[in-house]
């Protein structure tokens, strides 16, 4: 499996992003994924994750201003990023392996992209 993530930039504070992760060398919905914030100085964290079953999870930090889903004929996952703040800046990554148990855990995943870098100006 490898994992390309695009769609980071520079935004307002206030503003929407879309970040996508683009699957290839399997079929990505039989794998359970999360995309991962670090922000800068500190550690991974997962802020959205969706398994192979389709159920989702975020962290409370984002609840109610993110949105994640897979396009299956894509094989690609998005994360729709509304009311952005200035703690959202940071490198996003694309993580996901076949099973997680707690999905929003950053090492429950083997298989990481390169990252986008996502910037929140005032």
């Known amino acids: 499996l490898q994992l390309m993530e695009s769609g980071g930039d520079s935004v307002q504070a206030g503003g929407s992003l879309r970040l996508s992760c683009a699957a290839s060398g399997t079929t990505f919905s039989t794998y359970d994924m999360a995309w991962v914030h670090q922000a800068p100085g500190k550690e991974l964290g997962g802020v959205a994750a969706?398994?192979?079953?389709?159920?989702?999870d975020y962290a409370e930090s984002v609840k109610g201003r993110f949105t994640i889903h897979k396009e299956r004929a894509k094989n690609t996952a998005y994360l729709l990023m509304n009311n952005l703040t200035l703690e959202d800046t940071g490198k996003f990554y694309c993580?996901?392996?076949?099973?997680?148990?707690?999905?929003?855990?950053?090492?429950?995943?083997?298989?990481w992209g390169q990252g986008t870098q996502v910037t929140v100006v005032s």
């Open positions: 993580a996901s392996d076949t099973y997680a148990e707690d999905t929003l855990r950053a090492d429950e995943y083997n298989y």
């Open positions: 969706i398994n192979n079953d389709g159920v989702i």
